[in-house]
């Protein structure tokens, strides 16, 4: 059995993925009466979400080459601990300034999923296993959004909002002492016996390489308006389904299950379509697809907003954006053929702006109508079709 999840280690970074993202969308059922708790409107509570995200942008360019230098493991269990830590403080909050301190500290460990977890990943398996993997770690990760505010919704049934956080900070404790069981060291450095010394110029110099990396760079940036798209509904569902159409707690829960049932199935699909076509002609023929997603946005912005007039176009974009997922990851790390873990990083640091840009117009719109959110949706997924191409064709002439 040990052997088993050493070989498997990607399921316990996907647990690890999943407790951090569980935290972001469990207590989401909850911002009507956080808000009358804390005192502050619903737009306020939302932002929540996005210091969250912003946290997991702050600490980007440090935590990538943390992990080149002392390793993956060792990036994933700090991570892992400040986490459990701020998420345990969110639960004692009892006013908006201490929870969104809380959640900016607990956001920052994100990104040691990607400098961390996602490199080793990246470095353990070979280039089609990789991208199962991945695949597969994504899977248990985006359960964490569709059975998160079903999981908050629950404890709601029972206790206060804030023990959505405590259970949470339980959990994660649970994932450290597995990591620190079964998790394997994969970085070359370590493995070699090479020096491992930090200092300012091995933290920026990987940085400024990585960075020059205009195929690197550019392509994030195409996956990153999706991304904004995807937090767009993340952080204002609350707002389109509960206070825009009226849907209880427990009913908001429960429409987000086909949102994220269409992105697990393409997710499974993703794999074999990128082996049969080939990673590079598969995530050409994707960005088509992104696309034509945003026409059903753009149709449900001109119209008075029902049900399935807000769930269609986010179950079909949800397709889309999970057919794009773990090739697309593949895809980007691939271009950086030195330092795996700045690359990582830095590709996460770009997602995180999207993200933030994402949350944070969620929370701008909370006093709008449903087809505000739209007609902004659509405009992101029409920009990350454009800028995919650029970027493919960027990729094709500096190969060439």
């Not at 808000?35 to 737009?43: K, P, R, T, W, Y």
């Not at 920026?204 to 937090?231: K, Q």
Request: proline letters at 3%.
């Amino acid at each position: 059995m040990a052997n088993w999840l050493r070989s498997h280690f990607y399921l316990l970074v996907a647990l690890y993925a999943a407790t951090i993202f569980i935290s972001n969308d469990a207590f989401l059922p909850a911002i009507p009466i956080m808000s009358d708790d804390l005192d502050v409107a619903d737009g306020q509570a939302l932002m929540a979400v996005t210091v969250f995200v912003f946290g997991s942008i702050s600490v980007q360019f440090i935590v990538g080459p943390l992990s080149d230098a002392f390793g993956r493991k060792a990036i994933m269990l700090g991570g892992g601990l400040v986490f459990m830590l701020a998420t345990w403080v969110c639960g004692l909050s009892d006013n908006i300034a201490m929870l969104l301190s809380a959640r900016f500290c607990a956001g920052a460990t994100m990104s040691c999923i990607f400098a961390g977890g996602f490199a080793a990943i990246n470095e353990y398996y070979g280039d089609d296993n990789a991208v199962r993997a991945l695949s597969l770690s994504a899977n248990v990760t985006m359960l964490a959004p569709m059975l998160g505010p079903v999981i908050g919704a629950f404890i709601l049934q029972f206790h206060t909002w804030h023990y959505i956080f405590f259970y949470d900070a339980l959990l994660m404790a649970a994932v450290l002492v597995l990591l620190v069981l079964y998790m394997p060291e994969t970085n070359l450095r370590l493995l070699q016996g090479r020096e491992t010394r930090l200092n300012l110029r091995s933290v920026f110099s990987p940085l400024l390489v990585v960075a020059r990396n205009r195929r690197l760079m550019i392509s994030s940036a195409a996956f990153g308006l999706s991304g904004a798209v995807f937090m767009m509904w993340i952080t204002g569902s609350t707002i389109m389904l509960m206070k825009n159409l009226g849907l209880s707690a427990a009913d908001y829960a429960v429409w987000q299950i086909p949102v994220f049932v269409c992105l697990l199935f393409s997710n499974n699909l993703a794999p074999k379509l990128s082996r049969k076509v080939g990673l590079d002609r598969y995530v050409a023929r994707v960005f088509w697809l992104v696309g034509l997603a945003a026409i059903p946005f753009a149709i449900a912005s001109l119209f008075e907003t029902s049900l399935l007039g807000v769930m269609l176009p986010m179950c079909m974009f949800a397709f889309v954006k999970g057919l794009q997922n773990a090739p697309f990851n593949q895809y980007v790390l691939r271009l950086e053929k030195v330092y795996k873990g700045t690359a990582a990083s830095l590709y996460s640091f770009v997602n995180g702006i999207f993200g933030v840009l994402g949350a944070l117009s969620a929370s701008l719109l909370a006093e709008h109508s449903n087809a505000s959110y739209q007609a902004l949706m659509a405009v992101l997924v029409a920009s990350s079709m454009i800028v995919g191409w650029y970027a493919l064709r960027i990729n094709k002439s500096d190969a060439s």
